[in-house]
């Protein structure tokens, strides 16, 4: 060991793991663009509401009651019991807030916990993109191996032929497809036979579903389906209050699955952070339990607003897939300028609009750019009116 790491510098001996990893070229897209005046950012992956009165209240009440302790650590009792009758009404699952549900640091803490408890050196994930970018590091950093399926020749859907291919191809180390829907960063979801098919594959094949539902409380068309109703045994479903209740900053979230499964991540998760921040979960306690309404609220602005870029951009001879939940467009862009990181650098610089690379997403990403319309109306106009007359000039 010593001879292996005689001549390196502290940092070369650091995880190789670790070290492959590149730090986020859209950190630095974001923080070069910042600098352009007058830009339109039409980045965010945040809702762009506040948090409602009565969940700020309730985390107020829990600071004047001393709620300062270590709680948990797979969560207050409150919370996981108030999450597991939402997700009971709402989506007709049903979790023992006991065995079956773990609230972690946001999704992102259960993206984190969930992966590093179910593989082993060598396991393959497979991911349908273009994607949420997270799941390929941690995945990377867990031993496991990316197999990426390209869903852009079908709608950004995985469809169970292409599962089944992919699996059968790595038969041996085949171990979990992640899912995650309404997506980002195309809006698109899955109706409940759709699910029911990928199911099946799953099964047949015996391999988890991560299934991240964290947009599902903003879908448009119809009801969201949880992949915990579909297949309930062998699927890891992540929620939150982040995007439902405008929370991004409070970091809860949920992980809900088997009882022996939600063991194994719950130890991840303690060894992590012991237990979320106690006044965080009193407030998601609350957004759950009394915040039923509250995502209604803002689906109803985020849907005007997803209907009148839709227009815009189709009106002006712009394909754009149809968001039927989440806040994103992914917009496909014309032959000529299918570079889509020259074209968002182009577009800040020379059109003032911030719009996120759609090569950012993985395989079936580039061609496209994700425009986010958590962003106020006129915000929305202008940078819809410049979208368009760059493009034309162009
Ligand atoms: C698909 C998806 N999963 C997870 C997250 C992270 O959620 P959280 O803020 O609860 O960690 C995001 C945030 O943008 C997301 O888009």
């Not at 391999?207 to 991240?212: A, C, N, P, R, T």
């Not at 309404?293 to 870029?309: E, I, S």
């Not at 014309?334 to 719009?355: C, I, N, Q, T």
Request: net charge negative; charged share 20%; with cysteine.
């Amino acid at each position: 060991m010593e001879a292996e790491n005689q001549g390196m510098s502290l940092a070369e001996q650091m995880n190789r793991r670790v070290r492959a990893q590149a730090t986020s070229d859209i950190l630095q897209f974001n923080a070069e663009i910042s600098q352009i005046q007058d830009i339109v950012k039409l980045t965010l992956g945040e809702p762009d509401f506040t948090t409602p009165d009565h969940i700020k209240a309730a985390a107020v009440a829990s600071i004047e009651a001393d709620q300062s302790h270590y709680l948990d650590s797979r969560g207050l009792l409150q919370l996981r019991q108030a999450a597991s009758d939402f997700f009971a009404d709402q989506y007709g699952t049903r979790y023992d807030p006991e065995r079956e549900l773990l609230v972690t640091a946001g999704a992102t803490g259960g993206i984190y916990s969930s992966l590093t408890a179910m593989l082993n050196q060598g396991d393959t994930v497979f991911i349908p993109t273009p994607i949420f970018p997270l799941y390929f590091p941690v995945t990377q950093l867990a031993g496991g191996h990316v197999v990426s399926i390209d869903t852009s020749a079908d709608g950004f859907l995985l469809t169970p032929e292409k599962l089944q291919n992919a699996i059968e191809s790595h038969r041996d180390s085949a171990k979990v497809v992640i899912l995650n829907y309404p997506s980002n960063p195309t809006g698109v979801t899955y109706t409940q036979s759709q699910l029911k098919e990928l199911g099946e594959v799953a099964k047949q094949y015996g391999i988890f579903v991560l299934s991240d539902e964290i947009y599902s409380e903003l879908t448009y068309a119809g009801k969201h389906v949880s992949m915990g109703e579909v297949l309930p045994e062998q699927s890891v479903v992540l929620n939150g209050v982040s995007k439902s209740h405008a929370m991004t900053g409070w970091r809860i979230g949920t992980v809900a699955g088997p009882a022996d499964v939600i063991t194994e991540i719950a130890k991840v998760s303690e060894f992590t952070i012991t237990c979320v921040t106690a006044n965080a979960q009193y407030a998601a306690a609350e957004a759950f339990s009394q915040g039923r309404t509250d995502a209604q609220t803002m689906k109803n602005v985020y849907m005007d607003r997803r209907d009148f870029m839709l227009r815009s951009l189709r009106n002006a001879g712009l394909r754009v897939v149809e968001p039927q939940g989440a806040f994103y467009l992914f917009l496909q862009l014309p032959e000529r300028m299918r570079d889509s990181w020259k074209f968002a650098y182009g577009l800040a610089r020379e059109g003032k609009v911030a719009v996120i690379p759609g090569a950012s997403f993985g395989a079936g990403g580039d061609g496209y750019v994700r425009i986010s319309y958590a962003a106020s109306m006129e915000d929305l106009r202008i940078g819809v009116d410049r979208i368009i007359s760059y493009m034309e000039a162009h």
